[in-house]
C-alpha cells in the first residue's frame, strides 16, 4: 500500500495496548480509524486520547465472538464510513497457568477470541479488501505461535492456529488473482502492555514497547511485508527449530526462559485467579 492517507483502517481491540498504538500510528499518516472493542469504557477513553492527537477515528463496540453480529456491523460501516481497507485483527486474550488448573472455558475463551473471532471478522472483512483498490490484512499472532509455551498452551496454540490460517489465506490471494490484497502476520515477543504482566522474559528478548512494535507494523503495511518477527531473535526461531534436534532446541528454549516465563504471568489486574 503506497499511503494510508484517508485509507479505512478497521482494527479489532483497540481500545488499549498494541491495538490503541497501532490506531495512534496510522492514524498519524492520515488513515481513518475504525476502532472496535468490547470494553465501551475503555475504548471512549481511547476515542478521546486519539482526538487530542487528531487522528480521525470512529469508534465501535464490537465483541469478536459474537460472530452472528458481524454481518450487520459491517452493514452499518458501510452506510457511515464506507468499505474497509485495511483490517487488523488484533483482539486476544491470555489465561497464564498450568493447563489443568484453568477451569476449561478460559481455554475455550481463548479459541474463541483468537481464532474464532480472527476467523469470522476475515470472512466479513476479506471481500472489502478484495474489492478495494488495494487492500491489506494484518493479524496479530505472536512469537509464541512458533514455540511452545508452557503455562500458556491455548494461548500458544491459538496463535500457531493464526499463524498458519493466515498464511493461507495470503498464499490463497495470489493463487486467486488477488494479489492487490497483501497479507501480514505479525509475531512478537512479550510487549509492555500489561496482558503478560508479570512473566520473566526470555534472555536476549526484553519486553518491547508498544510504538516499537507498530512502527514494524506500519513499514510491512506500506512495504507489503509478509512477516513482521520482532526483536531480532524471533526472526531465527523457525530456523533454529527447523534444523536442531529437539532435545537441543527444547534445551535452547530452557537456558533462555522461554519454558518457564509464563509461571508467573499475573496479566492485566486482577485476571489470575489464584
Ligand atoms: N502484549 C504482548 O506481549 C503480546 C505479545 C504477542 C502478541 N500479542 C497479541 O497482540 C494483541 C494485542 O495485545 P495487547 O497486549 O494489546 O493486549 P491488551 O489486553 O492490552 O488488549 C487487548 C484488547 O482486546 C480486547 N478484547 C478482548 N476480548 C475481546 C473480544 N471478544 N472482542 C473484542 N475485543 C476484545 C480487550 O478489551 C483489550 O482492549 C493480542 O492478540 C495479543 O495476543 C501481545
Known amino acids: 500500500m503506497r499511503s494510508l492517507r484517508d485509507k479505512l483502517i478497521l482494527i479489532t481491540g483497540g481500545a488499549r495496548g498494541i491495538g490503541l498504538a497501532i ?13 472496535t472493542d ?56 491470555v489465561f497464564g497457568g498450568p493447563f489443568l488448573d484453568l477451569p476449561l472455558e478460559k481455554h475455550l475463551l481463548t479459541y474463541r477470541v483468537n481464532v474464532d473471532g480472527v476467523v469470522a471478522m476475515t470472512y466479513n472483512f476479506l471481500p472489502d479488501l478484495i474489492a478495494a483498490e488495494e487492500g491489506h490484512l494484518v493479524n496479530i499472532s505472536s512469537a509464541s505461535g512458533l514455540v511452545a509455551l508452557p503455562w500458556g498452551s491455548t494461548y500458544a496454540s491459538s496463535k500457531w492456529a493464526v499463524l498458519g490460517f493466515t498464511e493461507s489465506i495470503r498464499q490463497e490471494m495470489t493463487e ?27 534472555m ?38 527447523g534444523i536442531l534436534p529437539r532435545f537441543l532446541s527444547d534445551g535452547l528454549a530452557d537456558l533462555m526462559g522461554v519454558t518457564t516465563g509464563m509461571k508467573s504471568w499475573s496479566g492485566h489486574a486482577g485476571e489470575r485467579d489464584d
Open 23 to 35: 490506531a495512534r500510528r496510522l492514524g498519524r499518516d492520515g488513515g481513518r480509524i475504525v476502532l
Open 38 to 93: 468490547l470494553d465501551a469504557v475503555e475504548l471512549e477513553r481511547a476515542r478521546e486520547s486519539l482526538q487530542k492527537d487528531e487522528v480521525d477515528c470512529s469508534v465501535f463496540t464490537l465483541d469478536v465472538t459474537d460472530t452472528e453480529a458481524l454481518p450487520d456491523f459491517r452493514q452499518r460501516l458501510h452506510d457511515q464510513l464506507g468499505p474497509v481497507e485495511v483490517l487488523v485483527n488484533n483482539a486476544g486474550v
Open 176 to 202: 486467486l488473482g488477488h494479489e492487490h490484497v497483501a497479507v501480514t502476520t505479525v509475531c512478537p515477543g512479550y510487549v509492555d502492555t500489561g496482558m503478560f504482566e508479570g512473566v520473566r522474559p526470555p
Open 204 to 241: 536476549l528478548m526484553p519486553f518491547l514497547e508498544p510504538e516499537q512494535l507498530v512502527d514494524k507494523v506500519r513499514t510491512a503495511i506500506l512495504k507489503r511485508q509478509e512477516m513482521v518477527l520482532e526483536p531480532w531473535l524471533v526472526k531465527f526461531t523457525p530456523l533454529l527449530k
